[in-house]
């Protein structure tokens, strides 16, 4: 709901930080509007390699249904096709 009130009014939003890092999470934030990642240059590859495979569509998708999950393992199997990346 951020997102989309900040983009109808023209303001970015970002997320900075461990989460905005993490290659699994970095589509969930894709999927909710989040437009800007600012991460440790380190991290930079991994959530590279997930957010080019992934449409903005199946991202917004993922994030549905994270937010509909009441479990972290209902959360890890929504995730797992990402997660396969780095296996």
């Known amino acids: 709901m951020t997102a989309g009130a900040a983009h109808k009014a023209g ?8 989460m ?8 969930l934030l894709v999927g909710m509007g989040i437009t800007e990642l600012s991460m440790n240059p380190s991290a930079i590859g991994g959530v590279k390699r997930v957010i080019t495979r992934i449409s ?7 994030a549905i249904r994270c937010l509909d999950c009441s479990t972290l393992d209902e959360v890890t199997d ?4 990402c997660l396969q990346i780095f296996d």
């Open 56 to 62: 903005q569509k199946e991202a917004e998708e993922k």
């Open 11 to 18: 303001i970015p939003v970002s997320v900075c930080g461990e």
């Open 78 to 81: 929504v995730l797992g096709d």
């Open 20 to 27: 905005a890092g993490d290659p699994a999470l970095s589509q």
